[in-house]
């Protein structure tokens, strides 16, 4: 197994613009998460997906960002009308849940890194 | 949700050096790991423990869940280890919460 990979790695757009990640989990975990970090703080939770459902998702996920799992495999963050402040590192990570274990350990992966300028 | 708070903020070692960081969390968890994050942003997996005491090399963790707190224990450190290391805790359903981080520098 390769492990959590994010495509693309870096992502230069002008204010304004539409702009969609790409994240495949460890292909048998159940759960899909996205993270945002900024500069010098630890990463902030915007939502997971248990297989193709998304049971929750943060304030901070406003109405111009979506994510979906259509197929309960890889993920798609989408952000429309991009702002400066959008501007992070967005990275994903999967997990394997189950009755016994619980959520169980997360992995992650590289992170798409976004400039708006 | 849960707060989580990480100390020190920034640690400096000379190469060689052992040193502890700390964890608190304001609530009982049901998932807690340590990650080192290296200078390209990926988050690296250390440990994965809700409770009870980890090694694996030269570092090592304990988490006390009755008093809603963890150590991770560096020995020996080399500049490798250089990074910003993060706990994070899940409480029982809810989010999984990040620490602010702890910066370490390890001089050769």
């Known amino acids: 197994d390769t492990g959590v990979s994010q495509n693309p790695r870096h992502k230069i757009t002008k204010r304004g613009q539409n702009v969609t990640f790409r994240c495949d989990p460890i292909?048998?975990?159940?759960?899909l998460y996205w993270y945002r970090q900024t500069l010098g703080q630890g990463p902030e939770f915007l939502t997971y997906?248990?297989?193709?459902?998304?049971?929750?998702k943060s304030r901070l996920l406003s109405d111009r960002f979506s994510a979906e799992r259509p197929k309960g495999s890889f993920s798609t963050l989408e952000i429309q009308r991009t702002e400066q402040g959008d501007s992070a590192m967005y990275l994903c990570?999967?997990?394997?849940?189950?009755?016994?274990?619980?959520?169980?350990?997360?992995?992650f992966g590289p992170g798409t890194r976004l400039t708006v300028t | 949700g849960i707060q989580v708070e990480q100390s020190p903020p920034d640690l400096i070692l000379q190469e060689g050096a052992n040193s502890t960081l700390r964890c608190n969390f304001s609530?009982?968890?049901?998932?807690l790991q340590w990650f080192h994050q290296n200078p390209w942003g990926q988050l690296i997996n250390l440990f994965y423990?809700?409770?009870g005491t980890k090694q694996n090399g030269r570092l090592s963790a304990t988490t006390v869940a009755t008093e809603r707190y963890s150590l991770l224990y560096i020995s020996s450190s080399q500049t490798t280890d250089s990074g910003v290391y993060f706990c994070?805790?899940?409480?029982?359903?809810?989010?999984?919460?990040f620490g602010p981080g702890t910066r370490l520098s390890v001089l050769p």
């Open positions: 292909s048998e975990h159940n759960r």
């Open positions: 609530d009982s968890v049901n998932n």
């Open positions: 994070a805790g899940e409480n029982y359903g809810q989010n999984f919460v």
């Open positions: 990570a999967s997990s394997l849940t189950s009755v016994l274990a619980g959520a169980g350990e997360q992995y």
């Open positions: 997906f248990q297989n193709e459902a998304q049971l929750e």
């Open positions: 423990i809700p409770s």
